[in-house]
């Protein structure tokens, strides 16, 4: 185990460093002089990662402000719609991975989960966004055009349904992830010999699923745990543009069309890290579970 | 369950995908058809503003409604997917070479370069593909959308086509292959005439699912197609002040973005939410 998480940590350690060096590079187009040559761009690259290594992740050459101080004002946001999207994200995926997961059941709910996963995200929060304005009456803040934060702990019925909308969008997309890890483990365990013998030793299906088969599938949810985080950041980034947040994702967009590089670095920094640090959690997290030397 | 009911099963299960994909490229078939008959079949030419009232509802005289502009909604959408369609070809290629190819190839190469080459690509898949694509637009132009849409999604192709490689490196004939003296290059060419016979179909079908979601996010979010010529994306996004008092200006572009990603998907023979 102590082997395998000083891997994981190795390569975790790398990951984050290549993120960085990306980063630095992005952010290197922000100096002066860069575009000068591969030599000038180069020489930005190395005071950037300087600048980096003393977290100095330079200034918004639209506000002025320290891209430490827009990440701070703009990632919680995002942090908070993904940590929500995550709870909707295991309470959907988690039922439906193990309901639908094989036999009758999966081929009756097939042809829909298979047209719900051609939806790209963005037509999904309309359709959301629709549906509670028209028949739920819920205010939907997509059509005003203006930024707004959001409050991540709504203290009235008003602001949990403008909550919801986006939480549930990146709820659904981190639900179509957990439910096809957990059914990608579930049909690697479907044809294991070992049920068998356990069969034949006189366990019933529920101690077999229970005891040995459940936490193998769990598993398999847990080290696909940076898949469902890219899911959820992804569709944070299409619902954060699609119900007017001020989120990083939105930051980020905002940042690339006005070239404003010294902010875009960072966010993408941001993304890229939770999602390695998640993968590496999800690993190490996984593998005695999943270890076949390891009693459940 | 017999082992005789689960091979029936396995095989129902086989017949049933083999239809999927035929029912995938019948459909692929038939968008390629519309597309390339786009402006035959519609009835105004691209951005014709003022064809009919502002905002009507679908009727008899427009099948799909007008928008803002009186623009008809069927012609609108016909012309928006030819342009997603136009836009997403181009970008299944840089997919299927930057990604599925390149990871192919990686694979083989000495360990010393293969390894960080594969480090470095599985940074750019911890990244979301669409803040990749609209990073490489701003890096470039909103031209190159398509080739940003390819090379967005090909580190999730490169990826899966490295492990692929690899467990075919591991593969019986592999050994034996070695053990004969066949060299690592003529074995590399043998399995990739293998792999891309055998994959290149549905991994194209694939590639077409994953740059048609990322191009069509990328023109929502105004990095994609440039007015006049618009696309799927472009066209929802344009709906979006509207469409909750007039649902036909996003519902028929969405509606033919969705079955175009169904039909690839089906022809790419993935399962129930398996990621393009």
């Keep these: 185990m102590l082997r395998f998480v000083s891997r994981e940590a190795g390569r975790l350690a790398l990951g984050l460093l290549g993120a960085a060096l990306l980063a630095a590079a992005i952010s290197a187009l922000a100096m002066p002089h860069a575009g000068d040559g591969v030599f000038a761009f180069l020489v930005a690259w190395g005071r950037t990662l300087n600048d980096f290594v003393h977290l100095d992740f330079g200034h918004s050459s639209i506000s002025g402000e320290t891209a430490m101080a827009e990440l701070a004002a703009h990632l919680p946001l995002t942090l908070g719609l993904v940590a929500e999207g995550f709870a909707v994200a295991l309470i959907v995926g988690i039922p439906v991975g193990l309901l639908f997961g094989a036999g009758p059941a999966r081929r009756a709910a097939a042809p829909l989960i298979q047209i719900v996963s051609a939806a790209p995200i963005f037509c999904a ?23 707004t934060g959001l409050a991540l702990w709504p203290h009235s019925v008003t602001g949990f349904e403008t909550l919801l909308l986006p939480v549930l969008t990146v709820g659904l997309a981190g639900a179509a992830a957990a439910q096809l890890a957990l059914r990608r483990a579930g049909s690697e365990l479907a044809g294991e010999p070992w049920r068998v013998q356990l069969r034949r030793m006189g366990l019933s299906n529920w101690e077999i699923e229970g005891v040995y088969g459940m936490p193998r599938i769990f598993a398999g949810l847990l080290s696909s745990l940076g898949e469902v985080i890219l899911a959820l950041f992804s569709a944070a980034a299409v619902a954060e543009w699609v119900f007017n947040y001020a989120g990083a994702a939105d930051l980020f967009v905002k940042s690339v069309a006005l070239h404003d590089w010294a902010i875009a670095a960072p966010v993408l920094l941001s993304f890229a890290g939770l999602t390695l640090i998640a993968d590496f959690i999800g690993r190490c997290a996984a593998h005695p579970m999943a270890d076949p030397g390891t009693p459940p | 369950m017999t082992q005789s009911g689960t091979a029936t099963a396995r095989t129902g299960a086989q017949s049933l995908h083999a239809v999927l994909r035929v029912v995938g490229w019948t459909g692929l078939g038939l968008i390629a058809v519309a597309v390339a008959l786009s402006d035959f079949l519609a009835s105004a030419p691209a951005d014709a503003t003022g064809i009919g009232p502002l905002l009507a509802a679908p009727s008899a005289a427009f099948h799909f409604g007008t928008d803002i502009l009186g623009r008809d909604m069927l012609s609108e959408t016909l012309h928006g997917l030819s342009a997603t369609v136009r836009s997403a ?22 360990r010393a370069l293969a390894s960080p080459l594969r480090g470095f690509i599985g940074i750019l898949a911890a990244v979301p593909a669409l803040l990749l694509a609209v990073l490489v637009i701003g890096l470039t132009s909103r031209g190159l959308a398509g080739v940003a849409a390819g090379l967005a999604a090909a580190p999730f192709a490169f990826v899966r086509a490295f492990g692929r490689a690899r467990e075919q490196e591991r593969a019986t004939h592999s050994e034996y292959a070695r053990a004969t003296g066949i060299s690592a290059a003529t074995l590399l ?22 740059v048609s979601i990322v191009l069509s996010t990328v023109s929502f979010l105004g990095f ?22 007039a649902w036909w200006t996003a519902a028929f572009p969405a509606l033919a973005l969705t079955v175009l990603i169904l039909f690839a998907r089906l022809a790419a023979g993935l399962g129930e939410g398996e990621r393009a």
Excluded at chain 1, 125 to 147: E, I, M, R, T
């Design chain 2, 189 to 210: 060419r043998r399995d990739l005439v293998y792999e891309f016979t055998d994959t290149i179909l549905p991994a194209a079908a694939r590639a077409l699912a994953a």
């Design chain 2, 224 to 245: 994609g197609a440039v007015p006049p010529h618009r696309d799927l994306g472009l066209m929802i996004a344009a709906s979006k002040l509207y469409f909750l008092h």
């Design chain 2, 89 to 110: 070809l181009p970008a299944t290629l840089v997919t299927l070479v930057a990604g599925a190819l390149f990871g192919f190839v990686a694979a083989r190469l000495p």
């Design chain 1, 125 to 147: 929060g309309l359709a959301l966004a629709f549906v509670s304005a028209n028949l739920l009456h819920w205010p939907v803040p997509v059509d005003n055009g203006v930024k």
